[in-house]
């Protein structure tokens, strides 16, 4: 077992070094970087994809938003056992009050997943304005619809649903010079998870991926 991690070790770091050396490639354009992410999206066992997104995204363009993530749960850590409204907390960056929420569903949003996510919020309406649904499949426009419904009801508190690369389109789009850094913080991200929650051929496929972008380039 010893030598097993080991070897794990030895090829992640083989992979770092390998990337670090192309530092002096043309950095990936966006578009790259959509479709990279997009290929570990579908890797297997890779539900904590989207968080990391997310999370890396905030990382990455703190300082211009003056917001940051706070840090993030176990992947099994419930959330009526944290407290918190979702998956990610958004804060801004000399204040501990979560202003926006994210959820992240590895299938459609549903109705019924809106109407917990309402329970989720009551408690936190002095302080939420967003509550954001990142999902990996199709919305339901229906749900959308239900959602947007909801907003006089909460007192002010959004609900949004969003496609999770879609939304990492639209960033690195809108933060174009900070693309690198977003794809620097997820990789930082992604390798300091437990194996638990991502495993070690989950990291390695993330690290050959992005050699073999930056090496086409």
Do not use: W
Not at 7 to 35: K, M, N
Not at 85 to 104: K, P
Not at 167 to 177: G, M
């Amino acid at each position: 077992m010893v030598l097993e991690r080991d070897h794990r070790q030895s090829s992640i770091q083989g992979l770092v070094r390998d990337i670090r050396r192309s530092a002096d490639r043309l950095p990936l354009s966006a578009e790259d970087i959509v479709a990279l992410i997009g290929q570990h999206l579908v890797c297997k066992n890779s539900s904590r994809v989207p968080v990391l997104v997310v999370a890396a995204a905030y990382k990455a363009a703190a300082h211009r938003l003056g917001e940051r993530a706070v840090p993030l749960q176990a992947h099994n850590a419930a959330d009526k056992q944290t407290g918190s409204a979702g998956d990610i907390g958004i804060a801004l960056v000399d204040d501990e009050g979560v202003i926006t929420a994210y959820e992240m569903k590895a299938k459609s949003v549903t109705v019924a997943d809106i109407n917990i996510a309402l329970e989720k919020i009551k408690p936190h309406t002095a302080t939420l304005q967003n509550y954001i649904f990142i999902t990996t499949e199709t919305i339901d426009p229906m749900a959308r619809q239900y959602a947007a419904e909801k907003y006089d009801e909460l007192g002010g508190v959004e609900i949004a649903i969003l496609d999770c690369l879609s939304f990492l389109r639209h960033f690195l789009h809108l933060f174009h010079r900070l693309r690198t850094d977003f794809l620097d913080a997820y990789q930082s991200l992604l390798l300091a998870e437990p194996t638990s929650a991502v495993s070690h051929t989950l990291k390695e496929a993330f690290l050959t991926l992005r050699k073999a972008a930056e090496g086409a380039q």
